[in-house]
Structure formats: structure tokens, C-alpha cells
């Protein structure tokens, strides 16, 4: 045995604990401690390829033979935070199947179980590698014995290093921590000795004992006399600090060589705590099938096909393109499916070539007597758009039934979904086309290699459909799946194709003026700052607030987030400076120098995309570019929104939008007697919560109390708590808990509705949409308490911003339906509850009729759903 590394395994746990918040199994236990052991523990084998390791953990009962020096010894420490214990267990466990030895000895701490180990290694002529950022355990680097600090870039301590990085030898760190203690175990030492009086006092003396027999002739005697009021402090620090190295160990060689890891049961421990990317990391499965991908690149065989597939009623599809943008891409072949463990692929740059494929599968991708599906089929519509074919019938989409059942999740990708319900490793992407400078287009890569790819796609999706077709039926979500988020798949599809015209010269002369204003800007942080400096780096930001302008915190933690900065910026008119420029170079940066660069060359148009599989609430999400994104509020704002206008002459933008959509459900699902009638007559809800609050008629009602009123209201549905909206109001805390308690006693229904909400999904793990969609939140029952408490939050929010974009989604596919056949507008745009058309100026009276009346009438509540309806020459007139 050459080399031996030794982990401090608790230390590896709770640094991750703090540093990895809100992972959860599906039982919604946490499990980010035990996601970053996993991953310490990976690094260290793959950066160092250990011939032999041991992974160390404290042992029960093990502050037992210190407490008999020290009563107090680690009492200023709380216990195990309780969603740690299990995740030490779990640890454990890993180890275990990873093949990693592991140690963990009744009464003995782990510092000394590493100690022992290190000398006994030692003498036998190992090199010994601590994996550690303890200081305490710099008392064993030696020669042979190095301590390794993994989370700073691997930085290896030897001898030369603990005197850089403490002032003191590896033999003088006892002594060292005996003269100036230590917080994190409760250990003494001299009340105020510090690091650099302890190192200053060794680097003179030497050792503890010599320093305690010189106190007579010790130069500064204020200092002495205090040495020798707490020399006895020193000596049983000293006690305590010391490594106990007598203690039971294993000591065979071969107990801590790696052994072989247990792929099979790692894979079922992955699987549980829903670690997928530790899942794919594994490596492929064998798969004991026979698969039949076939490439059909003849016209006989391609007729054949056809002819076979035309007698199914579902059909799974997939394309492979030239590139992923899917206005863009050409048709590079098409997979076809219609049972598991088979495939076929067509390519179109083969003998058989683009056209012909085209006129050969047409008719079959047009019969509306077959139902097609696939993984993400809109991106498929869209290519075949891009050929003429008009994909008639969509019939399922696995990426959005995966969806529906775990909203959760953030990976419905289709080689997650593979490797998770599969236990299949499908061929990276990145193995075809490459990567960066050296990716390559799809039609560059072999037929030969494309083909059986894009067969196992179709297989999957196959394999997908059957499981996912009876889940979402177990699961009461058929509705939501063939009622609203199929049928808003075509809809999507128009309103992506017609995108949005924009005049680039516009926001071209706007850039130049933002250029300028941040220059400005600039000048004047400087100048406050009393030097030039990079305000765009947190780090340069914060040395110049806290520690030249020494800015005080007051107990809170040193930061230069955006909520710190909006704290400070009235006592320190720099803070509000740097918010300024920051929010004008987001604009900037995202807007108005990277917009036109995302216009299409052919249509002058900007085509974002939207996503139906991203926010767990159910909203729509918008990407490349997110258009939703674009501030309204601000002058700077409203200008980029300026930029985008009709293109055609004699044409207008028109928006339509829910008008305070979340209140009204909340008073629909609440069914509050005080707020249902506040909306049922026609009421200005927020001044009418404050005549409640404030006990005041409602004539009576001030400026500054509606606007109190109206954080309420908006905060209740967040999950909002007093400190929330004193820092939003900027009042007392006190001030609006009662502000709070007064809401609630005017609107008892409010207040049960929450705690109904809360109790449901503890119950049943679920929160739920009127119209039946569902949203797991396990974390309801996690015993950390911030983890808990986000829970709850969710728990009322998602029925409310769930139902909501349930109904707008709804109202989407029948405008469309209306629009579509009567070809008076082009919807182009949702943000959240509010649509946007582009149409000739003689359709408006007509569209402003048929959408509102649609979008007020698409579902019926106990209080009237009202559209507000804007019409303009841009987008920021509407």
C-alpha cells in the first residue's frame, strides 16, 4: 500500500448540508447532504485515483472521554439537524455499495479514529492524505502525513503550509489551540487570545508549558497576569485539543483498498433518491432484447413502409435536422414508430433524397384518421412546416404526459426518461455531432450511425407512451392532457411561426442611449466611491461598500444582492446608484444590443418559443428570447416595447388581459362571503380590503392605506409573511403582522382556505387545480423548517396560479379555433393572463367582441372573470 486518503466524512456531509438546500427524494426527505458527500467522495477518486481510502464518521456516544475533562466540551452545539441523521445512515450505505471502506467506532470521535490511522499508516512507510479543511488535524501532518483541502482546489497542506497558514508548526497546533481555543467545539483556551497572539506567542516560546514557565520575565506582564488567571484553562484546552490516537482500528492493508462497487444496487439507491444524474453516470445497462432498427433508404422499401404504417391508428414520429432552431432546421430524416424494440429511419440525404421523401410521406403525416405522436412533437410540426406538411393529428406527447406527472421535476428530457424508467443509457447526442468549435450538422454524421439513433428515439417514445398513457389515467389527468395541453400544441405552433416584427433601428439608437447613461452612471459610483472599480464583480463591489466605506450591516450577512442593496440605498445613495445601473445594463445586454441579433433573416420577425413543460404551476414559459421577461414599469422598459410593432400599414397590436385573475379565484375558491361580494359589485378590491382592515367607510380610504391593502392581498396569495411586507411597505414588523391578523379576521374564508390548502397537500403529498392538475410537494413533510415552510407557500399558490393558467391556456385554443377560421387577427404572444394580436384596424371592434366575451366565459366562477382590452400602434401603447 503506496498511498492512503482518509475523509472526514461528517465534515464532507455537513458542508453540503448547508451548501445544498431543497433536493428532496420523492418522500420529500432531504437529500443534498447526502448529494454532496456523494460528489466530495467522486472528486477525490477521480482527481487522485486512490490505490486505498477509508471514509470516516463519528461514532455514537463520542464526546464521552472528553466530557470527563470537560463538562461544556461542544455544548454550544445543537444537535444533528434531524433531516441529517438520516442522511448520515444513507452515507453509510453508499459506501458500502461504492466499495468505499468506512468507519464509524462507539466513543470515539472521528478526528481521533483519523489520527490513529494516519500515525499507524505512517510508520508503516504510507504516504497518508487527510481529506480535511479541519485545522485541528494539521497536528498530524508529518513527512509521510499531508492534509488535503478538497473544497479549495485541492490544496495540499504539508509541513512548510500549516506555518504559512497558521504561523505555527504541525507540532505546535495543540499548544496553538489550547492558547487561543476554539468556538466550533467550545474548547476555552486564554479569553482574547486570537490566531496571530496564539502564533506570535509560540513563535517566542515555543510550547504552551515553556510560555507558562516564563510568565515572570514575559515582557508585556498586563498580558502574563492574564495567562496565569487562565493557565489551567490552557492546560485542559490543551487536553482537550489533543488527538486520543488509542483507539480501535482496523489494521490490514487490505480493509482499505476500494472494492469493486455494487452497480445494481447503486442504481436502485440513485433511483430512489432521484439522483439522475448520478443514475446516468453509471454507465450503460445490458439490456437483455433483441431490437429492430431498420433504415429504409430505397423507394421499394419505402412504399413497403408506408403501406404497413398507413393500416395503424397511432403512429410515433421523430425528426432529425439540420439544426435546432426549429424555423430553420431542414429535414435531415424522420423515424417512425408504432410498438416498442422497433424502428424505422428515413433519411433524406441519402439515395432517396429530400423530395422524394417528402412526397412519399406526406400523405400518410396528413391522414387525420391516424393519431401521431412523439417526445416534444411541436418542435416536429414545425419541421415538417417547414416542408409543407401539416402534421392533421396529434394524438399524445410523452415529454408533456411526463410532465404532468412529476411538474417537480425539471428534466423531461428523453435520455432522463429512458435511464430512469428504463434503466437505458441512449447514445449522447454529443457522440454524432460533436461538441463547440467541432459539432457538426446532423446530415454531416453517417446514415449508418444516424439511423439506429433516431430508432431508439422512436423505440422509447414507444416504450414511453404505453407506461405514460395508463399513469396519467391512474392519475385523474386525462382531462388536462387531451383538454387543454394537446390541443394548445397547434396553437403554439401559429403563434410561434408568426412571431413578432421588430424595428431594429429603433433599439439600435436606444442602445447608444443606454451606452451613455451608464457611462454617466458609472462616473457617479466612482466619484462616491472614491476610486474606479468593476461594478459589474460582487467581489470588487463589496470591498469597496464593506470594507472602504465600512457600510454597516448591522448582524446581517455582507452581500450585494439586489433586496440588500434596495435596504441600504437610502442611507447610501451609492447602493441605489449601482441598482440604477444594473437594471439599465440588463436592459441593455438583454435587450436592446441582443434582440436584434435573434431577428430572423426571411421573415424580419422574432420566433420565440414556448414551453409547456418548464414552471410546475403550469404556466406557459417563453425562451430564445423570453419576451415575458421585458419590465413594463420602467420608461426604458415601455421604449423596448415600443420597438415591437405591426409590420403592415393600417394594422394594430391588440391585448386582452385578466384583470386581477389570482384575487378573483382566491375569492371563488375561498368562497369569502366579504370578498366574493366585494367583486360581485364591481368593487376596487384593494380599497375595499382596507375600508375592512382599517374599519373605515370606503370613501374614507387614503392612498397610503390602498396601497398597504394591495401588498396584502397580492402577498396572501404568495405565502407572504409579516417581515415580507414590512420590507415592502417599509413599516414595522410588528406593524404588519397586525396589518396581517386584522386581514384575516375580516376575511375568515381567506384564512381557512389557506390552512384547508396547507392540510390537503399533508395529506394527500398534492395540491390541485380546479380543473384537475396536479402538483406533488413532498417537502410539505421535510423537518427543516425553511424547506417546510416554501412547502406550504406552494401549497396555496399552485391552486391558485395553477387555475389560472389552466383557464387562460383554455381560452387560447378556443380564440385561436375562432380566429383561425374567420381570419380576423393573428395571436402571437401570452404573458401569463394576457394575449396579444396583431390585426388589420377594421377587425378591431370585431376581435375586441369575440375575445373578451371567449376569455370572460371560458369557465364559469361565482364571481364574474372581467378582460381588459387595449389596443395600439406598438406594444407599449397596448
Known sequence: MKNLYILDAVSFLFRSYYAIRGMTNQEGQSTGALYGFIRSVQKIIKDFSPESIVAVFDGPNNKASRLEIYKEYKSNREGMPEDLVYQLGWAHKFCEMEGIPYLSEEGVEADDLIGAIAKWAEKKGIEVFICSS????????????FMLNTHKDNLLVDRKKVEELHGVKPEQIVDYLAIMGDKSDNIPGIPGFGPKTAASLLQEYGTLENMLSNLDTMQNQKRAEKIRAHKEDARMSQKLAELIVDVPYPMEEKFYHIKNPDIDDLRAFYQEKNFNTLLKELGEVPVKETVSYTIVDTEEALDTLIAQLEKETAICVDTETSTLAPMEAEMVGVGFAVRPQEGWYVPTNGNLGLQKVIEKVKPLLENPAIGFYGHNIKYDIHIFKNHGIELKNIAFDTMIASYLLAPQNNRHNLDTLALEKFGKVKT??????????????????????????????????????????????????????????????????????????????????????????????????????GEPFNIKSPKQLGEILFDKLQIPMGGK?????????????????????????????????????????????????????????????????????????????????????????????????LSADYSQIELRLLAHLSQDPRLVAAFNNQEDIHASTAAAVFDVPLDAVTKEMRSGAKAVNFGIIYGQQAYGLSQELGIDVKEAAEFIKKYFEQYPGVYAFIEGCKEKVRETGVATTMFGRKRPIPEIESSNGMIR?????????????????????KAMIEVDQTLKDEKLAHMFLQIHDELIFELPDENIPLVREKVQTIMEKITTLSIPLTVNIDVGKNWGEC
Not at 407506461?467 to 396519467?472: G, H, P, S, T
Request: aromatic content about 6%; overall charge negative; charged content about 35%.
Open 557 to 653: 450577512k455582507k452581500s450585494t444582492r439586489a433586496d440588500i442593496l434596495e435596504s441600504l440605498k437610502k442611507d447610501y445613495p451609492i447602493a441605489g446608484k449601482v441598482l440604477e445601473f444594473r437594471a439599465l445594463e440588463k436592459l441593455r445586454s438583454t435587450y436592446t444590443e441582443a434582440l436584434p441579433l435573434q431577428v430572423h433573416e426571411d421573415t424580419g420577425r422574432i420566433h420565440c418559443t414556448f414551453m409547456q413543460t418548464v414552471t410546475a404551476t403550469g404556466r406557459l414559459s417563453c425562451q430564445d428570447p423570453n419576451l415575458q421577461n421585458i419590465p413594463i414599469r420602467s420608461e426604458e422598459g415601455r421604449k423596448i416595447r415600443e420597438a415591437f410593432l405591426p409590420e403592415r400599414e393600417g394594422w394594430s397590436y
Open 428 to 529: 449522447p447526442i454529443k457522440e454524432l455531432i460533436g461538441s463547440g468549435k467541432n459539432e457538426k450538422s446532423m446530415r454531416e454524421v453517417p446514415i449508418e450511425e444516424v439511423g439506429p439513433y433516431c430508432c431508439e428515439d422512436v423505440d422509447y417514445t414507444c416504450r414511453l407512451k404505453e407506461l405514460f398513457e395508463k399513469e396519467v389515467e391512474r392519475e385523474g389527468l386525462s382531462d388536462v392532457l387531451y383538454q387543454i395541453e394537446l390541443p394548445l400544441i397547434p396553437v403554439l405552433v401559429r403563434m410561434e411561426r408568426y412571431g413578432m416584427y421588430l424595428d431594429k433601428e429603433k433599439l439600435y439608437s436606444m442602445s447608444d442611449l443606454l451606452r451613455e447613461e451608464l457611462s454617466f452612471l458609472e462616473e457617479e459610483i466612482h466619484q462616491l466611491a
Open 789 to 809: 415552510a416554501a412547502a406550504e407557500r406552494l401549497a396555496v399558490n399552485t391552486p391558485l396560479q395553477g387555475s389560472q393558467a389552466d383557464i387562460i391556456k
Open 134 to 145: 479541519d485545522k485541528d488535524l494539521c497536528q498530524l501532518v508529518s513527512d509521510r502525513v
